[in-house]
Protein backbone atom coordinates (compact mmCIF):
# COMPACT_ATOMS: atom_id res chain seq x y z
CA UNK A 1 0.00 0.00 0.00
CA UNK A 2 0.89 3.25 -0.68
CA UNK A 3 1.54 6.25 1.48
CA UNK A 4 -1.47 7.99 0.38
CA UNK A 5 -3.72 4.76 0.91
CA UNK A 6 -2.27 4.27 4.53
CA UNK A 7 -3.58 7.89 5.85
CA UNK A 8 -6.83 7.12 4.33
CA UNK A 9 -7.87 3.77 6.37
CA UNK A 10 -6.01 5.84 9.30
CA UNK A 11 -8.12 8.75 8.96
CA UNK A 12 -11.48 6.35 8.54
CA UNK A 13 -10.87 4.70 11.78
CA UNK A 14 -10.01 7.62 13.32
CA UNK A 15 -13.71 8.35 12.48
CA UNK A 16 -15.10 5.70 13.38
CA UNK A 17 -13.68 5.17 16.76
CA UNK A 18 -14.95 8.92 17.70
CA UNK A 19 -18.34 7.67 16.48
CA UNK A 20 -18.39 5.33 19.34
CA UNK A 21 -20.30 5.96 22.53
CA UNK A 22 -17.23 6.38 25.50
CA UNK A 23 -18.22 3.59 27.02
CA UNK A 24 -17.21 1.13 23.79
CA UNK A 25 -14.21 3.02 23.30
CA UNK A 26 -12.59 2.34 27.06
CA UNK A 27 -12.63 5.78 27.76
CA UNK A 28 -13.76 6.75 31.46
CA UNK A 29 -17.67 7.34 31.70
CA UNK A 30 -19.72 9.68 34.00
CA UNK A 31 -21.38 6.68 36.02
CA UNK A 32 -22.50 9.19 38.90
CA UNK A 33 -26.11 7.51 40.18
CA UNK A 34 -29.16 9.44 40.69
CA UNK A 35 -32.36 7.96 42.50
CA UNK A 36 -35.15 8.05 40.62
CA UNK A 37 -33.25 9.35 37.83
CA UNK A 38 -30.47 7.31 36.44
CA UNK A 39 -27.11 6.35 36.28
CA UNK A 40 -24.51 8.61 34.20
CA UNK A 41 -26.39 9.86 31.20
CA UNK A 42 -28.60 6.85 30.71
CA UNK A 43 -32.28 8.51 31.96
CA UNK A 44 -34.88 6.41 33.02
CA UNK A 45 -38.07 7.31 30.48
CA UNK A 46 -35.44 7.67 27.67
CA UNK A 47 -35.95 5.60 24.80
CA UNK A 48 -33.79 2.72 24.29
CA UNK A 49 -32.11 3.70 21.35
CA UNK A 50 -30.84 7.23 22.84
CA UNK A 51 -29.74 4.71 25.72
CA UNK A 52 -27.58 2.53 23.85
CA UNK A 53 -26.11 5.51 21.99
CA UNK A 54 -24.82 6.13 25.40
CA UNK A 55 -24.08 2.68 26.65
CA UNK A 56 -22.73 1.28 23.55
CA UNK A 57 -24.47 -2.02 22.56
CA UNK A 58 -25.23 -4.57 24.75
CA UNK A 59 -23.53 -7.64 25.07
CA UNK A 60 -26.79 -9.53 25.35
CA UNK A 61 -30.41 -9.18 25.28
CA UNK A 62 -33.40 -11.56 26.95
CA UNK A 63 -37.24 -10.45 25.52
CA UNK A 64 -39.85 -11.28 27.70
CA UNK A 65 -43.24 -10.18 26.25
CA UNK A 66 -42.70 -5.98 25.68
CA UNK A 67 -39.80 -6.82 27.48
CA UNK A 68 -36.39 -6.34 26.91
CA UNK A 69 -33.37 -6.94 29.65
CA UNK A 70 -29.91 -5.85 28.02
CA UNK A 71 -26.72 -7.22 29.60
CA UNK A 72 -24.21 -3.92 29.22
CA UNK A 73 -20.62 -3.47 29.49
CA UNK A 74 -19.08 -1.78 32.56
CA UNK A 75 -19.92 1.07 34.06
CA UNK A 76 -23.35 -0.29 33.95
CA UNK A 77 -24.40 -3.85 34.27
CA UNK A 78 -27.92 -4.05 32.88
CA UNK A 79 -30.98 -2.41 31.17
CA UNK A 80 -34.49 -3.71 31.32
CA UNK A 81 -36.50 -1.63 28.69
CA UNK A 82 -40.42 -2.17 28.44
CA UNK A 83 -41.77 -0.94 24.92
CA UNK A 84 -38.87 1.01 23.81
CA UNK A 85 -38.64 3.03 26.99
CA UNK A 86 -35.80 2.46 30.06
CA UNK A 87 -37.53 1.06 32.98
CA UNK A 88 -34.65 0.29 35.00
CA UNK A 89 -30.42 0.92 34.80
CA UNK A 90 -28.21 -1.10 37.20
CA UNK A 91 -24.41 -0.48 37.52
CA UNK A 92 -21.70 -3.05 39.54
CA UNK A 93 -18.39 -0.71 39.07
CA UNK A 94 -17.12 0.44 42.20
CA UNK A 95 -16.66 4.06 40.70
CA UNK A 96 -20.68 4.22 40.42
CA UNK A 97 -22.26 6.48 43.57
CA UNK A 98 -24.71 8.07 44.91
CA UNK A 99 -24.19 11.73 46.02
CA UNK A 100 -24.11 10.49 49.59
CA UNK A 101 -21.09 8.13 48.30
CA UNK A 102 -23.34 4.59 48.44
CA UNK A 103 -22.52 2.36 45.45
CA UNK A 104 -20.59 -1.08 44.64
CA UNK A 105 -18.58 -2.25 47.68
CA UNK A 106 -20.62 -0.40 50.57
CA UNK A 107 -21.65 -1.62 53.44
CA UNK A 108 -25.30 -2.54 54.32
CA UNK A 109 -24.89 -0.64 57.59
CA UNK A 110 -23.37 2.81 55.49
CA UNK A 111 -26.16 2.21 52.53
CA UNK A 112 -29.19 1.63 55.48
CA UNK A 113 -27.96 5.03 57.21
CA UNK A 114 -27.64 6.90 53.60
CA UNK A 115 -31.41 6.67 53.72
CA UNK A 116 -32.66 6.85 56.79
CA UNK A 117 -34.99 9.17 56.59
CA UNK A 118 -36.56 6.58 53.75
CA UNK A 119 -40.42 6.33 54.15
CA UNK A 120 -40.07 2.85 53.43
CA UNK A 121 -37.74 0.37 52.79
CA UNK A 122 -37.61 -3.56 52.24
CA UNK A 123 -34.99 -6.34 52.18
CA UNK A 124 -35.59 -9.36 50.12
CA UNK A 125 -33.82 -12.20 49.56
CA UNK A 126 -33.45 -13.30 46.29
CA UNK A 127 -31.14 -15.84 44.11
CA UNK A 128 -28.18 -13.50 44.06
CA UNK A 129 -28.30 -12.52 47.60
CA UNK A 130 -30.63 -9.63 49.27
CA UNK A 131 -31.94 -6.46 47.59
CA UNK A 132 -32.29 -3.61 49.59
CA UNK A 133 -35.17 -1.48 47.94
CA UNK A 134 -36.24 1.96 48.62
CA UNK A 135 -39.43 2.51 46.20
CA UNK A 136 -40.80 6.02 47.02
CA UNK A 137 -36.99 7.07 46.67
CA UNK A 138 -36.33 4.56 43.41
CA UNK A 139 -32.78 2.66 43.92
CA UNK A 140 -31.85 -0.69 45.26
CA UNK A 141 -28.89 -2.40 46.39
CA UNK A 142 -28.22 -6.19 45.78
CA UNK A 143 -25.75 -7.40 48.61
CA UNK A 144 -23.83 -9.98 49.20
CA UNK A 145 -22.31 -10.54 52.65
CA UNK A 146 -23.49 -7.34 53.68
CA UNK A 147 -21.87 -5.60 50.85
CA UNK A 148 -23.51 -3.55 47.71
CA UNK A 149 -22.90 -5.57 44.84
CA UNK A 150 -24.78 -4.03 42.56
CA UNK A 151 -27.32 -0.64 42.10
CA UNK A 152 -30.75 -0.34 40.23
CA UNK A 153 -32.25 3.11 39.46
CA UNK A 154 -36.07 3.03 38.86
CA UNK A 155 -38.82 5.70 38.55
CA UNK A 156 -39.55 5.93 42.32
CA UNK A 157 -42.87 5.10 43.33
CA UNK A 158 -45.68 8.05 43.08
CA UNK A 159 -43.65 10.27 41.36
CA UNK A 160 -46.60 10.32 38.53
CA UNK A 161 -44.03 8.91 35.92
CA UNK A 162 -44.99 7.26 32.60
CA UNK A 163 -46.21 3.97 32.68
CA UNK A 164 -46.08 1.77 29.71
CA UNK A 165 -49.05 1.63 27.34
CA UNK A 166 -49.77 -1.34 25.35
CA UNK A 167 -50.03 -0.60 21.37
CA UNK A 168 -53.61 -1.37 20.66
Not at 40 to 68: E, F, M, Y
Not at 86 to 94: P, T
Not at 112 to 135: H, I, K
Amino acid sequence: MNTLAWRTWGLIAVLLVGLLPAAARGASVDCSIVEGTGIGGVRVGVDIKAAIAITGPPISQQVSGSQVTYTLRPPWSQMMADYGIVRRIGARAAECRTKGGIGPGSTLTAARDAYAGATVSTLTPVPEGTLLSFPFIGIAFLLRRDRVQAVEVFAAEGTGAARPVAPV
